[in-house]
């Protein structure tokens, strides 16, 4: 599932749209959609979405469900994973919340401007636009593979946090950023573990090592551009 969100995209763009048979005979009721039937799914421009969409997410986040007031249930989402873009962090306080929850962040520069680069953005930017790139349209992976997976990061995550070595590892990292004046909630901390296990199966790895403990910290910890650069350095 594939939305770009704005401050004016309704909720039922996101959930389902009314039944038009239903409200002719004066019943309320979604057809189930959007969202409600994705496993995986790419929210774009996220923090313009309506204070309602951005209820609904983070409800679905936490608990993969969304509240229907009309039927007054709550109605499960069998949402896989969630990915998000937007061009900027915001910074209010009614935010804060929902960025926090946003577990691996990844700031994307735009591409260097040397004569080399610029030519194959040239090339392969117009080939992309006219639909004319050659890409392959064959899945490179199934659902099965990702429950495979998941299921693996959560033994290896749990594995983790018995691990003296490598939590001693995780409390130092956090350590030194937070002394270095980046803030990390407690929310997040707990989420290293998790992000490390998937760090060690991607690189091939059966068990993480310390190497991959900071790695997943720095994709974890910084709630900016600004604060991944220092912690970085640090």
């Known amino acids: 599932f594939y939305i770009q969100l704005s401050r004016y995209t309704p909720l039922e763009e996101l959930v389902g749209v009314p039944d038009v048979a239903s409200l002719m005979r ?10 409600l039937d994705a496993d995986i799914a790419m929210l774009d421009e996220v923090f313009d979405a309506s204070p309602s ?15 229907d007031p009309v039927e007054r249930r709550f109605v499960p989402v069998p949402l896989r994973a969630l990915y ?6 915001p910074t209010s306080r009614e935010l804060e919340a929902f960025v926090d929850r ?14 080399q680069t ?20 064959e899945p490179v992976a199934d659902l099965s593979l ?25 409390v130092d990292c956090v350590m030194v950023l937070e002394g270095g004046g ?4 407690d929310r997040r901390i707990s989420k290293i573990p998790r992000v490390a296990a998937a760090l060690a199966l991607v690189r091939g790895m059966p068990f993480p090592s310390v190497d991959d403990v900071a790695d997943a910290v ?13 912690a970085e350095e640090l």
Not at 102 to 115: A, G, H, K, S, W
């Open 26 to 35: 004066g019943v309320y009721r979604r057809i189930p959609g959007g969202i």
């Open 53 to 67: 969409v951005l209820r609904a997410v983070n409800d679905i986040i936490l608990y993969r469900r969304v509240y």
């Open 84 to 89: 998000a873009a937007s061009n900027y962090v």
């Open 102 to 115: 946003m577990t691996v962040r990844v700031f994307v520069d735009r591409l260097p401007r040397d004569p």
């Open 118 to 137: 610029l030519s194959e953005l040239v090339r392969r930017g117009a080939l992309l636009d006219l639909g004319m790139h050659g890409g392959s349209a």
């Open 146 to 170: 990702v429950d495979a997976a998941w299921s693996v990061v959560r033994r290896v995550a749990a594995e983790i946090a018995s691990d003296g070595v490598l939590t001693r590892a995780i």
């Open 182 to 185: 980046i803030r990390i909630s």
């Open 218 to 230: 720095l994709f974890v910890a910084p709630a900016t551009r600004e604060e991944m650069e220092r």
